[in-house]
């Protein structure tokens, strides 16, 4: 069958991605607004750039109700700072509770329980239960579209890459012990080295 995304409702669309990219890593991101109040806020549209610069990029869509902007959106382009929280087993279900749409000004770390962690680099503060941070400035915000259904692409320079001291060896980060979380279609998700093969590449 062939679906073309204009014609549907954007509430369809969006099925059709997350359901067909896939498993997605999270990017639990950390911010502070304006006035100091701590932000935490996972999302699943989330990727690398490049090394040179370290150039990382999530999508944090508009509210689906209103088309309002998110929390996290709004912080990072009062502030130009945010972290990123990669997400490991042990604290996925805090990580879920701070999707909830809490009033703005509410701080998710006191609401969930976890663990406000000072940032070398940056003001917002990363979350101690992660074990790999990326401390970012906002190298650019590029807008596509006020509506619900619309999103961002922000784009971060990362200034600072923090990790457990047990990870790391040899200049690679032990993806066996970081045990990352991924993201599935609805309320869906998946331990993505549960199953993990290797395939040696051509040259």
């Not at 929390?71 to 990669?86: H, K, M, P, Q, S």
Request: charged share 25%; hydrophobic share 35%.
């Amino acid at each position: 069958m062939d679906l073309k995304p204009h014609t549907l409702p954007w509430q369809d669309a969006y099925k059709l991605m997350i359901g067909s990219i896939l498993p997605r890593p999270i990017a639990f991101v950390s911010t502070l607004d304006a006035d100091g109040r701590a932000n935490l806020a996972p999302f699943s549209f989330f990727t690398a750039i490049s090394a040179e610069p370290m150039l990382v990029c999530f999508s944090p869509m508009r509210k689906g109700k209103d088309g309002g902007k998110k929390d996290t959106l709004w912080n990072i382009e009062e502030t130009n700072e945010f972290v990123i929280n990669i997400v490991s087993e042990e604290f996925v279900e805090e990580m879920n509770n701070c999707a909830i749409e809490f009033d703005r000004g509410i701080d998710e770390f006191e609401q969930t329980g976890l663990t406000k962690k000072e940032s070398v680099t940056v003001r917002p503060p990363g979350v101690a239960e992660s074990k790999v941070q990326l401390e970012c400035t906002l190298h650019q915000v590029l807008h596509f579209g006020d509506q619900p259904g619309a999103g961002s692409l922000v784009i971060g320079k990362v200034e600072c890459v923090r990790i457990d001291d047990d990870l790391y060896y040899d200049g690679k980060i032990d993806s066996q012990k970081l045990k990352p979380v991924g993201r599935l279609a609805g309320q869906s998700y998946t331990k993505p080295l549960a199953d993990s093969f290797e395939m040696i590449r051509k040259r």
